[in-house]
């Protein structure tokens, strides 16, 4: 079992900045790759940025230039900047993780229950 525990929402004003952080916390499962993902009300999740294990982030579209994801896996962390925050990046960012049994084979997938960033005018 993988619990996920994600940091850093709030409310923030147009132009602003806000990190997000997000541990993954495993007894046997391997962490594999992890994402952002966000919500909007109203709106289906979405991606934000891809973190493979050992590969480079991949970015939406709408915040390439302005967010930068990283991961330290020694501490089976990923982290979210955010800056240059926009009215429409305002939803529920959540934490997504894949993970590796022992043998190599795939394990499940998990969610985090997700932090709130609210950005005003």
């Known amino acids: 079992q993988v619990q996920l525990v994600e940091s850093g929402g709030g409310l923030v004003q147009a132009g602003g900045s806000l990190r997000l952080s997000c541990v993954a916390s495993?007894?046997?499962?391997?962490?594999?790759?992890m994402a952002w993902y966000r919500q909007a009300p109203g709106e289906q999740r979405e991606l934000v940025a891809e973190?493979?294990?050992?590969?480079?982030?991949m970015y939406a579209a709408s915040v390439q230039g302005r967010f930068t994801a990283s991961r330290d896996n020694a501490k089976n962390t990923v982290y979210l900047q955010m800056n240059s925050l926009k009215p429409e990046d305002t939803g529920v960012y959540s934490c997504?993780?894949?993970?590796?049994?022992?043998?190599?084979?795939?394990?499940?997938?998990?969610w985090g229950q997700g932090t709130q960033v609210t950005v005003s005018l």
């Open positions: 973190i493979p294990r050992g590969g480079t982030p």
């Open positions: 997504f993780a894949d993970t590796l049994l022992d043998s190599g084979t795939k394990g499940d997938a998990y």
């Open positions: 495993t007894l046997i499962e391997i962490i594999n790759d």
